[in-house]
């Protein structure tokens, strides 16, 4: 199985990502850092207690409090209309008391597993680009790192331009760019075509192990719905990122040079700009190449999404 280190902005395709992996036999979560995102860092961190309450999980992989508010200097802003209050659509869950301030575990984990480890990010880069600023040398260790978000030349979803994870914080993913080696970005080119449609879900809810996923989804397809009318399900942004951590075989891939803008003017910030010109280019700046995915095989995403889910 391949050990993950997960960071995410436990919203509902985040949560629907966690118990993915929970589920499959191919994946070992070996630590979950919640970050401010989708909820604010809180209840992030809380929602991921709630998740491991609910699976019985216990002594399960570290739960690390993330970074609270952007490098931008702004304050967060979250995203109740997608995702709920909480979080998890129409689902409060308790308090659970848990410490949130302990993002140093990370760096155990990465001293364990080494370059058995992958990070795979599916919220706002806020808490990697920390890594990358804290821990350089710790961080070439790290086999690989495969990252939700971004839209190259697609509409965005938060702007016309800009995708929510890289808008959130640009001097974030700005840093994780220029210091990751090794990184592959999925982006709304691919991400909004991972839909799991209402279908899908009524039969996960009657054949599938459990019960949560049908609430959470429900909730997420009302919001696509009411924003893309005719859309035919609600995109997993998150699910298919870290399916793409396990099954390079279901994209396909181009390695282009990246640029993101910083700007403070809105209608560009946060925009991702690959240059798609030509292959002289990467020779002059190699660090700004990154492999994106482009396109995947939907009939393999339904195919293991389901298997997984109800299996
Ligand atoms: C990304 O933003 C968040 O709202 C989702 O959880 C996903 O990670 C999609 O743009
Ligand atoms: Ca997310």
Redesign the pocket.
């Known amino acids: 199985a391949k050990k993950v280190l997960l960071f995410?902005?436990i919203?509902?395709?985040?949560a629907i990502a966690i118990i993915y992996a929970f589920l499959n036999d191919d994946i070992e979560l070996v630590g979950i850092v919640a970050d401010y995102?989708?909820v604010s860092r809180e209840t992030a961190v809380n929602n991921v207690y709630y998740l491991y309450d609910l699976f019985n999980i216990e002594n399960g992989p570290p739960i690390i409090g993330g970074a609270e508010v952007p490098m931008t200097g702004e304050y967060p802003r979250y995203?109740p209309e997608?995702?709920g209050e909480h979080g998890l659509g129409p689902i409060t869950p308790e308090n659970y008391v848990g410490d949130s301030e302990n993002f140093f575990e990370i760096i155990k984990l990465i001293e364990k597993y080494q370059d058995d480890l992958i990070i795979v990010n599916?919220?706002r880069l806020t808490s990697l680009a920390t890594m990358f600023i804290l821990y350089r040398t710790l961080m070439e260790k790290v086999d690989g790192f495969y990252i939700?978000?971004g839209a190259f030349w697609v509409p965005g979803?938060?702007t016309a331009v800009s995708?929510?994870?890289f808008y959130a914080d640009p001097v974030a993913v700005q840093i994780v760019l220029r210091y990751a080696h090794n990184a592959t970005i999925f982006p709304?080119n691919v991400?909004d075509y991972a839909i799991v449609t209402p279908e899908m879900v009524d039969y996960i809810a009657y054949k599938g192990k459990t019960k949560i996923v049908k609430p959470l989804l429900d909730y997420y397809y009302d919001f696509y719905k009411e924003t893309n009318p005719g859309i035919k399900g609600s995109p997993l942004?998150?699910v298919i990122t870290l399916m793409g951590a396990l099954h390079d075989g279901m994209f396909t891939y181009r390695s282009l040079p990246v640029h993101i803008v910083e700007a403070t003017e809105e209608v560009q910030r946060g925009q991702s700009i690959a240059d798609f010109r030509s292959v002289d280019m990467e020779e002059d700046e190699p660090e700004k190449i990154h492999r994106i995915a482009f396109e995947f095989d939907y009939p393999m995403f339904f195919n293991e999404f389901m298997s997984i889910m109800t299996g």
């Open positions: 995410g902005d919203g509902i395709d985040d995102g989708n995203a997608v995702h599916i919220g939700m978000g979803n938060v995708e929510a994870n709304l991400t942004h998150d």
